[in-house]
């Protein structure tokens, strides 16, 4: 099972909206990511957790808030976002052990529009 | 300067054609890297981890070129279904850069 579960696959909200995307996935992974892609561009690493903890930041700003509950779960809290955070949100997962393969498995993404 | 360079394209090319994708990066520690495959609209799919020795899959070959910091990607024999944006990814076990990605199209 090489599958990377996100929900919802679409949402619409306005700025004073809050919302959370949510991403699953059961491979053992000890590694997971979110990355932001917007049209016609690739993918921006947002935030990296690794062994539940926050490792990476790429200086998102903090109405983007990124939570791992556990090693399967990683959700992405969103307050206050604007027009300009409309993108497709991606989640990704992998290995966390130099010796195994490294490759990151994508979700399908949440198609975030803010109005 | 960016961590992962491709060209954009878009290649235009007949079916059964070979194609060949460079992509170069800058960081010299990027351990990890790969193709990933996206269709319009659709999140990125593996297509095959590049590896120090060369490797193949079918009609795929990556290579990687640590000295010149980059990898390349082979396409033969084209088909229709190839037709999608390749990007390529350079990185370490935790943190992975895209290129901005190659648009091929096939012809009929």
């Known amino acids: 099972d090489t599958e990377v579960t996100q929900t919802p696959k679409h949402l619409v909200m306005g700025m004073t909206n809050k919302k959370s995307l949510k991403c699953e996935q059961h491979?053992?992974?000890?590694?997971m990511y979110w990355y932001k892609q917007k049209a016609k561009k690739p993918p921006e690493l947002m935030f990296v957790y690794s062994y539940e903890k926050l490792s990476i930041n790429e200086s998102v700003p903090s109405r983007f808030s990124p939570e791992c509950p556990n090693s399967s779960l990683l959700n992405l809290h969103l307050h206050a976002l604007q027009p300009e955070d409309s993108a497709l949100y991606l989640c990704a997962s992998s290995n966390r052990d130099r010796t195994l393969n490294t490759e990151a498995f994508f979700g399908q993404g949440t198609r975030l529009t803010v109005v | 300067r960016k961590e992962v360079e491709q060209d954009p394209g878009p290649f235009n090319v007949p079916e059964g054609a070979t194609v060949a994708f460079n992509c170069t990066y800058s960081?010299?520690?990027?351990?990890?890297f790969f193709w990933y495959r996206q269709d319009c609209r659709k999140e990125p799919k593996l297509l095959m981890s590049v590896y120090s020795s060369g490797n193949e899959d079918g009609r795929f070959t990556a290579q990687l070129n640590r000295a010149s910091q980059y990898i390349s990607l082979l396409i033969r024999d084209s088909k229709l279904s190839d037709s999608a944006t390749y990007l390529c990814?350079?990185?370490?076990?935790?943190?992975?850069?895209f290129g901005s990605g190659t648009k091929l199209n096939v012809k009929p």
């Open positions: 990814v350079g990185g370490n076990f935790n943190k992975f850069y």
């Open positions: 491979m053992g992974h000890r590694a």
């Open positions: 960081n010299s520690a990027s351990q990890s």
